[in-house]
């Protein structure tokens, strides 16, 4: 939220006019900064307030307020008169009614998972190695992940496989990516890890410290891949894995080559 900017609705789009500076900028960023920490309960501990000072007069300017995504949600209005639960539809805030907020409620109960990476190998026909990138799940939150799901797009350097003697994933392909569904029995609780997949990849090892991946030298930035983890309640992780000095050790670990 920026306060400090004239902004209307034209044509149906909400549009920044023009700058409108606060006068006595300093009072009023304590000001704000007392609101956001007094006007919510449960506190949000996390929002920030910045002052921008006018580049014409150092006195006024500005106020940024960034409202991060809250664990604690919802979050009532302490305002005089109002103590109501608000939610955004569209440039106006309605208070919600009693279902939404037991919906709001239910949706603090979701799991929160990680994604973590391994390597180790399969098949060795002389100095060729089927290897296996491993997905490890952990679940970080405080209830059960179930309905887990992995998609991958972006493929760089490398193809990534799914290793047939795995079958607890289902596999789908749309628009460049490729999603891995898990099967219904699959669960991780919290503070558990299990391993989602396996996808292989042909390295060939041509002496110490000198292994390619489909005929491409490993080295730190030369394979990634994004994706995305998702569970049932859960906001999808997304990120981007891009190979590392340390994931290269990893390999050079799983073949036996200390180099």
């Known amino acids: 939220m920026v306060i400090g900017v004239d902004c209307r609705n034209v044509g149906g ?3 920044a006019l023009k700058l409108t500076p606060i006068s006595n900028l300093s009072k009023a960023e304590t000001s704000v900064r ?33 409202v991060p995504r809250s664990d604690r949600r919802p979050h009532r209005s302490e305002a005089k008169g109002q103590k109501d639960y608000f939610k955004r539809a569209g440039t106006s805030a309605f208070a919600m009614e009693h279902y939404d907020v037991e919906d709001a409620f239910k949706r603090i109960s979701a799991p929160r998972l990680k994604l973590e990476f391994g390597f180790s190998w399969g098949i060795k026909t002389s100095n060729n190695y089927k290897m296996n990138l491993v997905f490890g799940v952990v679940n970080e939150g405080a209830v059960s992940a179930k309905s887990v799901t992995l998609q991958l797009w972006k493929e760089t350097g490398w193809t990534l496989k799914p290793d047939p003697s795995r079958l607890s994933t289902s596999v789908s392909e749309f628009g460049q990516r490729r999603t891995f569904a898990a099967s219904a029995d699959f669960v991780v609780h919290p503070d558990q890890t299990r391993t989602l997949e396996k996808l292989q990849f042909q390295l060939t090892n041509l002496g110490p410290k000198e292994q390619t991946i489909d005929g491409r030298r490993i080295e730190a930035g030369a394979f990634s891949f994004s994706y995305s983890l998702g569970a049932e309640d859960m906001r999808p992780e997304t990120g981007e894995f891009i190979m590392s ?10 073949i036996g080559d200390g180099g």
């Open 13 to 15: 789009i909400d549009e």
């Open 34 to 66: 007392s609101a956001a920490s007094e006007l919510l309960q449960p506190r949000h501990a996390e929002i920030e307030v910045l002052a921008i000072p006018s580049t014409n007069d150092q006195s006024s300017g500005y106020i940024v307020v960034r």
């Open 245 to 254: 000095s340390e994931h290269i050790d990893a390999i050079r670990a799983a």
